[in-house]
Each structure stands twice: as C-alpha cells, then as structure tokens.
C-alpha cells in the first residue's frame, strides 16, 4: 500500500472520528439542555412567581372547578397515593365519593 493511500485513510478515519466527537457533544449538550428545562419548569410549577406554591395558588379555583365534592376528591387522591407509598392495595371510594353514614 502506498503512503497516499495510507495518508489519505488516515484522514478519512480523523475526519469520521472528529464527527463522531462532535455528534457525541451536540447529543450531552441536548440532553443537558432538556434536563436544565425540565428542572425550570418544576422550580416554576412549585414556586410560582418566586413564592412557594401554597402562599400563592388559591384554594378557591378548584372549589369552583370541583364543586363540592372536592374534599371527597381531595381525601380519595391523598389515601390512594398513601397506600401505594405503603404498598397497600385496598378498594378506592366509589366514584361518587365515600359514603356519608
């Protein structure tokens, strides 16, 4: 094999490498990228306007949204997502909400 050959795979194999490098940055720099905004978007969702969450979101939009029955709602969300944390598997409320009795 002569050395224009051997030059000329040489440089075929930096440049393949060199772009290979630089596909592997752009992808970290994308994934960083998404990460960085999934971060912002919870630290916007549980600080809204720099204030936490429970100072500065009212109550009364999902009373209006839900209607009376939100405590039921409210009660059958916070026990189900209790029970799964404890590995509990008990029958949810019916649809309706807990019985009044």
Do not use: C, N
């Not at 075929?12 to 720099?29: Q, V």
């Not at 709602?73 to 649809?95: K, N, Q, S, V, Y």
Request: glycine letters at 10%; hydrophobic letters at 40%.
């Amino acid at each position: 094999m002569g050395t224009r050959t051997l030059d000329g795979l040489r440089a075929g194999l930096l440049h393949r490498l060199e772009r290979g490098e630089r596909r592997l940055l752009a992808a970290a720099k994308r994934r960083d990228d998404e990460l960085t905004r999934d971060v912002r978007i919870a630290h916007a969702a549980l600080y809204p306007d720099g204030v936490p969450q429970e100072r500065a979101l009212s109550w009364i939009p999902f009373l209006v949204r839900h209607g009376a029955t939100l405590h039921e709602h409210l009660l059958r969300g916070a026990r189900e997502h209790a029970d799964r944390l404890l590995g509990i598997a008990t029958a949810p409320f019916p649809p309706d909400g807990p019985s009044q009795g």
